[in-house]
């Protein structure tokens, strides 16, 4: 065997469910294992597993991640109805993501893995676009009311202290409708501006944000104001040193001039329009299975992973024997993430350039004509057939042995 590259410190592993747990060993053994001595402190999150612990191993696996500094998971299945029936449970928890989310109140990018092959159906996009999306508060906190009938409708805050009331006339309802109140936190966006920044400078992405301020003068004009503020005091030299630019404008603007632009660089967006458009962008950009996800805590913890779930009806096929052309992409990618952040937090050089050259090969795999069923369907060329699993990991690791 070849010298493995050694670590220098561990990495929180959160292993996970169905079709992504299979393909998470099989990226292990043919293509970590081979050629690192890899560390990492191992957290079944599995749906059994957090049966058996009651979560625990979920709160534990988070609180590695902060300790650590650098996480990588497995997709998981989030408990539902039929999945307590599936798999017999006797209790309903959160969704991992959720609870991790939590604990290391992190902001959510997402960005999808290009390769020559698969275009964008925006045709002038020639580099990713990554959405970080605020996933706090807004219309996902919101209390809502339908009203019968003609009558008023305030809006009252009462101050905690004592202090007098304000009260605010939202509009004299001249017969039945329907009003929503919303909120958001300083704190929250605060946290939200920074890991915007820290995914920028890491990246070494510009970074646009948008509301509808003109509208919306004091909730989205808050928006405007904290995160010119935190960019100002807390990031501008940094930004301005590493040639970073941060560019603020309003979101129907913004989005007119997405789709006219390149790419190459991250969209920070409200809860809502993140919601909205990351799923516009993965759709555009061609496959669920080639869009990355990392978790930027605003102390700079990094979690990464595959923005898919667990391909579950893959799975099922699998139980049955088949070898399924199940794209480990995203997966390889979360891997390379991780590794390349932990390669730069302990300067080891060596597994930073593997992390590089596990992604060529799964790149150069994809576009030299080796992919799964999902990119084989929308490639261009189309290649000639399609591999499974285990016949484009085994590519990947050819490629990366000659390499
Ligand atoms: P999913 O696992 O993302 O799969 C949805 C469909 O997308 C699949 O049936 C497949 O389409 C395609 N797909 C996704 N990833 C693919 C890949 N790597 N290669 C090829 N095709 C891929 O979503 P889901 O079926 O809605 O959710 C399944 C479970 O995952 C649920 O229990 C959910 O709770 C969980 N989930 C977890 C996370 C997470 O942990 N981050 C995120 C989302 C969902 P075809 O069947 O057409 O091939
Ligand atoms: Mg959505």
């Known amino acids: 065997m070849i010298n493995r590259i050694v670590m220098k410190n561990p990495i929180a592993e959160l292993d996970g469910d169905e079709m992504t747990r299979i393909l998470w060993a099989l990226v292990k053994e043919k293509l970590l294992l081979p050629f690192i001595d890899l560390k990492?402190?191992?957290?079944d999150l599995g749906l059994l597993n957090r049966e058996a612990t009651n979560d625990e191993v979920t709160i534990q696996s988070a609180q590695a991640i902060k300790r650590l500094g650098v996480g990588v998971k497995c997709a998981t299945i989030t408990s539902n109805a039929a999945r307590k029936a599936e798999y017999n449970l006797k209790n309903l928890f959160p969704s991992p993501n959720a609870t991790i989310r939590a604990i290391l109140d992190g902001t959510v990018f997402r960005k999808p893995i290009t390769v020559s092959c698969v275009r964008p159906t925006v045709s002038c996009w020639k580099k990713p676009i990554v959405i970080?999306?605020?996933?706090?508060?807004?219309?996902?906190?919101?209390?809502?009311?339908?009203?019968?009938?003609?009558?008023?409708?305030?809006?009252?805050?009462?101050?905690?202290?004592?202090?007098?009331?304000?009260?605010?006339?939202?509009?004299?309802?001249?017969?039945?409708g329907i009003v929503q109140g919303i909120h958001?936190?300083?704190?929250?966006?605060?946290?939200?501006?920074?890991?915007?920044?820290i995914y920028a400078l890491r990246e070494k992405m510009p970074v646009w944000f948008a509301t509808k301020d003109t509208i919306s003068k004091t909730y989205d004009?808050?928006?405007?104001?904290?995160?010119n503020e935190i960019y100002e005091n807390e990031y501008k030299t940094?930004?301005?040193?590493?040639g970073i630019s941060y560019f603020y404008t309003l979101i129907d603007d913004a989005v007119a001039r997405v789709v006219r632009d390149e790419g190459g660089?991250?969209?920070?967006?409200?809860?809502?329009?993140?919601?909205?458009?990351?799923?516009?962008?993965?759709?555009?950009?061609?496959s669920l299975a080639m869009m990355t996800s990392v978790l930027v805590s605003p102390s700079g913890v990094f979690e990464y992973e595959a923005a898919h779930g667990t391909v579950q009806q893959h799975y099922y096929r699998w139980q049955k024997g088949e070898k399924t052309s199940t794209n480990p992409a995203a997966l390889i990618f979360a891997w390379t993430g991780a590794l390349a952040k932990r390669a730069?937090?302990?300067?080891?050089?060596?597994?930073?350039a593997f992390a590089?050259?596990?992604?060529?090969?799964?790149?150069?795999?994809?576009?030299?004509?080796?992919?799964?069923?999902?990119?084989?369907?929308?490639?261009?060329?189309?290649?000639?057939?399609?591999?499974?699993?285990w016949e484009f990991i085994d590519t990947i690791a050819e490629m990366v042995n000659i390499s």
Request: glycine letters at 8%.
């Open 344 to 352: 730069e937090l302990d300067n080891t050089p060596e597994l930073a």
């Open 132 to 176: 970080g999306r605020h996933a706090y508060g807004d219309v996902y906190k919101a209390a809502e009311l339908q009203i019968p009938a003609a009558g008023k409708v305030e809006l009252v805050y009462t101050p905690a202290d004592g202090s007098a009331r304000q009260q605010l006339s939202v509009v004299d309802m001249p017969g039945p």
């Open 40 to 43: 990492t402190e191992y957290y």
């Open 238 to 242: 940094q930004c301005e040193t590493a």
């Open 356 to 389: 590089e050259k596990l992604e060529s090969a799964t790149l150069a795999a994809i576009e030299a004509g080796k992919m799964t069923g999902d990119l084989a369907r929308i490639a261009h060329p189309a290649p000639a057939g399609s591999l499974n699993s």
């Open 265 to 286: 660089f991250l969209w920070a967006c409200k809860n809502y329009d993140g919601d909205v458009m990351s799923d516009m962008v993965a759709s555009a950009f061609g």
């Open 184 to 197: 958001n936190l300083d704190e929250s966006i605060r946290s939200f501006a920074r890991a915007c920044f």
């Open 221 to 227: 004009g808050h928006f405007k104001e904290i995160f």
